[in-house]
């Protein structure tokens, strides 16, 4: 018994410890650069608060914040709108095709945003963009109507890149509801509106504002496109800025540290009120053991246009990027659709790709750390999931806490704490591959014990016992049993990790270096050189190896909808 | 027979002659020869591997690094990082400065190097092919070489603009037709300073400032700003030759560029090693190839206009170019000044958008 103990404590320790170090050492490096004269891996800085005060008394800072809330609130409600209907014709009404509609709404998460956005860019651009074209020739207009480099822009291309997230959580919202107070009310002879205005809406207002805040912080953490759209346009936000505070010469990392400092806490605020309003949710008790069916609102033949809706809405916010990024990579230099340039269409950007060492070690990289990432994620989250869930060690809640706080620090934050953390710590992995394992790891611990927890919740403890009455030790009965019967639980989260990790860019983007490059900063770089082909053949690459992980999920019988 | 004999003296003579010359020239080389064993056994023992900063295009680098590992096999890799140039320079300081040494060698725009200079991170090197190198397009302290050339020009798209359109003159950019029409790379500063000098101080200045009115959209970079240009989101360009000729002549996009301007500024691209390069046999080796006749007439097939006197520039346009007016960018002068000339710059015509 005392050596199970032991155990016990020594693997909580052990789990903390590394929690602690993946979370907890980023943030308070970054902290302290912020607050230091000189950058971190400079020797002569001393403290100041020179940066915060430039931060906060910039005119330009303000301009930022204002850009950035903009830019955020606009595209997460947009995006809650697109999200909340399609969620609720999918589980509250009799739409016909139900798991098609649910598939073609997930589909985006698949498109790494860089690519989406890239395809908008060809798409909306004010002079090239096909849809801009075509308008201008068929209505007689001097330009085209629309400007993706503009507020509006960017909110549009953010907005259909996170829609997917806003379903997702809606969907599973509107699932959990009780009906017995809609029916009630249909009962005591309410209509469907009445019904709408006074009972389904504050039933489901904590989660509707908890879905909100969650895409608002996905916005304004949001890095590819204020970087791909907003940049040349002029539009800069937090991620943005931070970016070229680091990247532009002469660089400012006591600015960038700042301004990072400011995206963070907004972030966190964000999640915390999240988990309020969701922990608030659980007290209306609508998430009951009771079986029951959300009632469902017959359309009639108005099923037929929404169908038809969420088809448009597909095609718009799937099909067409996805299109225009096909049309580039077989060109040799981009241009609208036009005979002159189909005649001209082939396969050497897909040779040059293939050929280029660049790419086969970015596609190297990207494999190793998708794959490395997720496993050691699960692995190390199963054992605090064990740890939070089953076990009864005090201080659990404490791991449980940190190891869930890197969902609220922003991808370049995080890539600028780690910068600075293995550019002074004598860890010798800056510039390796190994800095971006860690970067992946610590970004995604908290989905990892999400998916760990949430199966370790539905496992009885009477196994286990029965493995201890038997004589097996801790490990062996983790090993042997838990880990066993975490297996499907423990594979889902693996593959959302996995695909999470191949899309990654604004971690990636501060970390990596020419040995270490992976897809999606590959994609960034050849942007930067207006190497639009060449990007485009190595997305469309990129694409179609998602799509096959995906398919491989599927089979596997794990689904996706898992996020968060 | 005595036709004959005469002949056979003249021949004589002829190859005497070619003999004498070749060892007198050879001669010149044999040091070198020896030097280039010497620094081929050094480099064998560092870790064949080469990591390079660069400017090129992902394509013509590629040809070059395989080229060199063909003719070195012991080099097992040559990395090439390739990003925005300030992204690029950003990166190489903040490693210096934090005592990281990744890169070998650093290729970049002349201020960029300078600035590199500056701040002690470049090694000098005497590289036994700098003699063929133009001295225009070489550091006399032997801090960095010049692997190309190239004029930047006034390039229009075909489709949009041709016949009586094709503007003569840089003063021809300032017709109310081109208004709204053209684009031009962030912060031309060397073309800026070199135009200023050519028309006289007071009449570049009204130039400048008429063509600020014209509303040019200012390009993140070359290649983006050519690639619309080919795509007609724009009908003209200030831009360099070189990228005209990859996308007329290689990829057949509808674009030319005018050949005879006055004047028509010269910018190098410039590569040097790194003072803490990792593997600095490897990374002199990898020079003087670059320098070389080798890797001259790769660069010329890829539509560049090589720095060595011994071999020209192969794309057709370049054939056509008047080279009458051709003014060598006053490098070290935007060294010193670069913030006070970009300000002015930035001021008439805008930062990158």
């Not at chain 1, 050497?348 to 997720?374: C, D, H, Q, R």
């Amino acid at each position: 018994m005392q050596r199970y103990l032991n155990s016990q404590i020594f693997i909580l320790g052990g789990c903390s410890l590394l929690v602690f170090y993946l979370a907890a050492l980023p943030i308070g490096t970054l902290l302290y650069g912020s607050f230091r004269s000189a950058p971190v891996m400079v020797a002569g800085g001393v403290f100041t608060i020179q940066n915060y005060v430039s931060a906060f008394f910039d005119q330009e800072a303000y301009y930022l914040a204002w850009n950035s809330v903009q830019f955020a609130l606009g595209s997460s409600l947009l995006a809650f709108v697109i999200g909340t209907y399609l969620a609720w014709i999918n589980e509250r009404t009799n739409l016909p095709f139900k798991t098609t509609c649910s598939l073609m709404a997930l589909l985006p998460l698949l498109i790494p945003g860089i690519l989406s956005t890239i395809g908008w860019v060809f798409l909306l651009s004010p002079r090239i963009g096909v849809v801009n074209l075509a308008l201008k020739n068929f209505l007689g207009l001097a330009s085209g109507p629309f400007d993706v480099f503009s507020m509006w822009g960017m909110i549009w291309v953010q907005a259909v890149d996170i829609y997917p997230l806003a379903f997702l959580l809606m969907s599973a919202a509107l699932r959990n509801m009780d009906p017995a107070l809609e029916e009630a009310s249909m009962a005591a002879g309410s209509g469907t509106i009445t019904t709408l205005r006074r009972i389904t809406l504050p039933i489901m207002r904590p989660s509707m504002i908890g879905v909100m805040l969650i895409m608002f912080v996905r916005a304004i953490e949001a890095f590819e496109v204020p970087a791909v759209v907003g940049i040349p346009g002029d539009i800069y936000v937090f991620t943005s800025k931070i970016y070229l505070a680091t990247h532009r010469y002469p660089s400012d990392h006591g600015l960038a540290g700042a301004y990072a400092v400011n995206l963070l806490v907004i972030c966190v605020a964000g999640v915390l009120l999240y988990q309020r309003l969701t922990r608030r949710q659980e007290q209306f008790a609508t998430v009951t053991g009771k079986g029951y069916r959300p009632r469902v609102v017959d359309l009639g033949p108005w099923k037929y246009f929404h169908l038809a809706l969420a088809v448009v809405i597909f095609s718009i916010g799937v099909v067409t990027p996805v299109f225009i990024l096909i049309w580039a990579s077989f060109i040799p230099y981009y241009g609208v659709p036009s005979a002159e340039l189909i005649g001209k269409m082939s396969l050497e950007n897909y040779m040059f790709i293939l050929t280029y060492p660049e790419a086969t070690k970015a596609f190297k990289n990207s494999f190793f750390l998708s794959v490395g990432s997720a496993t050691s994620v699960m692995l190390v989250t199963s054992v605090i999931a064990w740890i939070t869930v089953k076990s009864k060690i005090k201080g659990k809640g404490v791991l449980d806490a940190i190891s869930f706080v890197p969902i609220a620090i922003p991808g370049i934050v995080l890539g600028i704490s780690l910068m600075w953390v293995y550019l002074i710590v004598p860890i010798p992995i800056y510039g390796t591959i190994w800095i971006l394992l860690v970067a992946y790891m610590t970004k995604y611990l908290p989905y990892g014990v999400r998916a760990a927890s949430a199966s370790m919740i539905q496992i009885t403890s009477e196994l286990e016992e029965a493995s201890h009455a038997c004589g097996g030790s801790w490990q062996q009965t983790f090993r042997k049993i838990t880990l066993p019967l975490l297996t499907p639980g423990f594979l889902a989260g693996w593959i959302y990790i996995s695909i999470l990790a191949l899309r990654e860019l604004s971690t990636s983007i501060l970390l990596y270096s020419t040995d270490s490059i992976v897809l999606s900063v590959l994609i960034f770089d050849l942007l930067d050189q207006a190497q639009y082909n060449w990007l485009a053949a190595l997305g469309v690459l990129m694409i179609l190896v998602l799509m096959a992980m995906a398919l491989l999920a599927h089979k596997l019988g794990a689904t996706m909808g898992i996020a968060r | 027979m005595k036709k004959i004999r005469r002949r056979f003296f003249h021949v004589a003579w002829a190859l005497l002659f070619t003999f004498f010359v070749g060892s007198v020239s050879s001669g010149r080389y044999n040091p070198a020869f020896g030097a280039e064993n010497e620094l081929v056994e050094a480099a064998k023992k560092e870790s064949g591997k080469l990591l390079a900063s660069i400017a090129m295009r992902l394509s013509t680098a590629k040809k070059l690094a395989d080229s060199f590992r063909v003719k070195y096999p012991f080099i097992k890799e040559v990395n090439q990082y390739r990003a925005d140039a300030e992204r690029r320079l950003e990166r190489t300081l903040s490693e210096f400065r934090a005592g990281r040494h990744s890169f070998d060698v650093f290729q970049g725009s002349p201020p960029h190097l300078a600035a590199l200079k500056a701040e002690g991170v470049l090694a000098a090197y005497e590289s036994p092919q700098a003699a063929d190198i133009d001295p225009r397009f070489k550091d006399e302290a032997g801090h960095w070489f010049d692997v190309y050339w190239y004029p930047v020009i006034i390039a229009y798209n075909t489709n949009l603009v041709s016949g009586a359109d094709v503007p003569k003159s840089w003063e021809d950019l300032l017709q109310p037709k081109w208004k709204g029409k053209m684009t031009m790379p962030r912060d031309q500063i060397g073309w800026f300073k070199v135009m200023l000098k050519a028309m006289g101080d007071e009449k570049g200045q009204a130039f400048m400032k008429a063509l600020s009115k014209q509303n040019i959209r200012i390009s993140k970079g070359v290649s983006d700003g050519v690639a619309l240009l080919a795509a007609g989101e724009f009908h003209m360009a200030i831009t360099r030759a070189q990228h005209i000729e990859i996308f007329k002549h290689g990829k057949g996009a509808p674009v030319d560029w005018v050949k005879d301007l006055n004047p028509m500024a010269v910018h190098g691209s410039p590569i040097a090693i790194m003072k803490h390069s990792p593997n600095p046999n490897s990374a002199r080796l990898f020079i003087d190839f670059l320098l070389s006749r080798e890797a001259a007439v790769i660069v010329a097939k890829s539509r560049r206009l090589p720095a060595r006197l011994d071999v020209e520039g192969l794309s057709p346009g370049f054939k056509e170019m008047n080279r009458k007016n051709l003014v060598r960018t006053p490098d070290e002068d935007i060294f010193k000044n670069f913030q006070i000339y970009r300000t002015e710059f930035r001021e008439l015509f805008g930062g990158p958008k």
